[in-house]
């Protein structure tokens, strides 16, 4: 089963392409399903504290769910296109995030962690941030809002589940206790994670997450699902193959795939 649940487009502000290029390349491939999963619009920073090219507005969000469904029945029988969306989780925003996604048919949210307050630590632009803090304090910080994440009940799926390493730092202390915590929790929330392969082409040169919490998850019987999360077209599907073999190195026969909030495991 070839998939890829994690792509991004032109509407997001940082991504190239529209939405028909990255479905017409994935049939290119052979994909058996493209998730579309560009980003929620940001709704906890006033307009002027938000930088350009982050998420697509709040008055796009009707129309990508319309194209999405649209191109869903155009190439219906050419390939399997997945509603999908890249939810940021905010602290105290639980009930405003719901309120915003629950009126559309998404087959899957994607629940990831950018920001901490108002800050959006993966933007290589907002770099400062790092200095504000210690590391640790960072790290923790960040790990505890993918619990919050996961509790919430808001997503399907982790994405890129430590990507609080993309600029390449590291904790000072031992956090693997925090790790497992939290992958107990998102195990105790019945949710996926995603084998995010571009952490390959980052700073940090590794997948997301790390092989070694992709053991430790896959232990405690938290199931997996692969995103390249292509900001081109030809970038769909680029270095799943390496997810694909880390998770057959480890034993995964399966993956999890997603139809309307449910979740269906097929062979890997």
């Given at each position: 089963m070839l998939i890829d649940y994690h792509t991004h487009h032109e509407r997001c502000g940082h991504a190239i392409g529209n939405l028909r290029e990255y479905v017409e390349y994935a049939i290119k491939l052979g994909l058996d399903?493209?998730?579309?999963?560009?980003h929620m619009p940001?709704?906890?920073?006033?307009k002027d504290k938000i930088l350009p090219g982050v998420a697509m507005e709040l008055y796009q969000l009707e129309e990508y769910v319309t194209e999405v469904l649209d191109l869903k029945k155009e190439y219906q029988k050419d390939i399997e296109?997945?509603?999908?969306l890249e939810a940021d989780y905010i602290r105290g925003y639980e009930e405003k995030i719901e309120k915003l996604l629950s009126p559309y048919p998404f087959?899957?949210?994607?629940?990831?962690?950018h920001f901490l307050g108002e800050w959006d630590l993966s933007d290589s632009r907002q770099m400062e941030g790092w200095k504000q803090r210690s590391i640790?304090?960072?790290?923790?910080?960040?790990?505890l809002s993918v619990q919050n994440a996961a509790k919430s009940g808001l997503y399907d799926i982790i994405g890129h589940f430590d990507i609080v390493k993309k600029y390449g730092h590291r904790p000072q202390s031992d956090i693997n206790p925090l790790i497992e915590t939290t992958l107990n929790v998102i195990r105790n929330a019945n949710m996926a994670m995603e084998i995010?392969?571009?952490?390959?082409?980052?700073?940090s040169k590794e997948i997301f997450p790390a092989p070694g919490i992709v053991e430790k998850a896959i232990s405690l019987g938290i199931p997996f699902t692969l995103g390249s999360d292509a900001h081109k077209p030809e970038h769909i599907h680029r270095g799943i193959e390496e997810g694909r073999m880390l998770l057959k190195k480890l034993g995964v026969s399966k993956l999890a795939t997603f139809n309307q909030r449910n979740r269906i495991m097929v062979n890997l």
């Open positions: 399903q493209i998730g579309l999963s560009d940001i709704i906890h920073l006033t296109i997945k509603l999908g087959d899957y949210i994607l629940g990831s962690i640790d304090e960072i790290f923790t910080d960040y790990y995010n392969v571009s952490g390959l082409y980052k700073i």
